[in-house]
C-alpha cells in the first residue's frame, strides 16, 4: 500500500514538474471586413461597422487615413495596448482600399 501512496506521489511531482512554456503562443487573429467609415465619439477616432457580422471596429490606419463617409474594404490585427476610443474592437488595419461600391452616408447605413 505504501508503494502505491509513494507511486501517486511521484507521479504527480512529476507531472508539476514539467516546465509550462512548452505550449504554442497564441497567433493573432486577422481580421477582413467592409463597410462605412464614422467618426467615433471621441475625437480623432474611425470606426466602420462590418457588413456581414455587424461588428463595430475601431480602425488604426495609417496615413493616408480614408475620409469620413468612404465605403473601404480592409484587413487588420487586434491593437496591442490601450486606445482613447471607447468604441468598437481596435485593430491596426495592415491593408485597406476604397470600394466605391458601398453608397455611404453619414445618416443611413450602406447600400450595395
Request: hydrophobic share 45%.
Amino acid at each position: 500500500m505504501k508503494r502505491i501512496v509513494l507511486a501517486g506521489a511521484a507521479l504527480a511531482l512529476a507531472i508539476v514538474a514539467v516546465p509550462s512554456g512548452a505550449a504554442p503562443a497564441p497567433q493573432s487573429k486577422i481580421v477582413h471586413a467592409e463597410g462605412c467609415v464614422e467618426p467615433g465619439v471621441e475625437a480623432r477616432c474611425l470606426m466602420v461597422k462590418d457588413l456581414k457580422s455587424g461588428v463595430l471596429y475601431n480602425v488604426f490606419i495609417k496615413d493616408p487615413k480614408p475620409s469620413i463617409g468612404d465605403g473601404i474594404e480592409f484587413t487588420g490585427v487586434p491593437h496591442n495596448g490601450l486606445t482613447t476610443c471607447m468604441q468598437g474592437i481596435a485593430l491596426d488595419v495592415t491593408d485597406w482600399a476604397r470600394k466605391d461600391s458601398l453608397k455611404c452616408s453619414q445618416l443611413e447605413a450602406p447600400k450595395k
